[in-house]
Nanobody, 136 residues
Framework: QVQLVESGGGSVQAGGSLRLSCAGSGYTDSEYCMAWFRQVPGQEREGVAGIDIDGTTYYGDSAKGRFTISKDNAKNTLDLQMNFLKPEDTAMFYC??????????????????????????????WGQGTQVTVSS
């Protein structure tokens, strides 16, 4: 069973930095697209950043120039370095993965979907979220 567990959230003042991490387990041999999303209560979930199996990265407008997504395939971790944080970045942050299951013992290749930060329904595994709070 695939599990994603986020960590690294917390409270920080505007202009500060946080580094989120997502640890994955329960899958081997597959290559897959992963992404970070965030959600404020009462609002839709928003794509923040994504990374494809070939290392191509995608950023939402709010993240460009401030956030950096990275993935360590050996450790099965996905990180999001967030700099110059703003109060409007306050949200619950979730990591997500797009993984399809293949025949037993064989991995699968899962590229990011078109418009990877908008195609939320294409991600079939999600973490429980980590809260980020930025004060002014």
């Amino acid at each position: 069973q695939v599990q994603l567990v986020e960590s690294g959230g917390g409270s920080v003042q505007a202009g500060g930095s946080l580094r989120l991490s997502c640890a994955g387990s329960g899958y081997t041999d597959s290559e897959y697209c992963m992404a970070w999303f965030r959600q404020v209560p009462g609002q839709e979930r928003e794509g923040v950043a994504g990374i494809d199996i070939d290392g191509t990265t995608y950023y939402g407008d709010s993240a460009k120039g401030r956030f950096t997504i990275s993935k360590d395939n050996a450790k099965n971790t996905l990180d999001l370095q967030m700099n110059f944080l703003k109060p409007e970045d306050t949200a619950m942050f979730y990591c997500a993965a797009r993984i399809t299951e293949g025949p037993p013992g064989r991995g699968t290749v899962n590229y990011c979907p078109d418009a990877p930060l908008a195609a939320i329904d294409e991600y079939n595994y999600w973490g429980q979220g980590t809260q980020v709070t930025v004060s002014s």
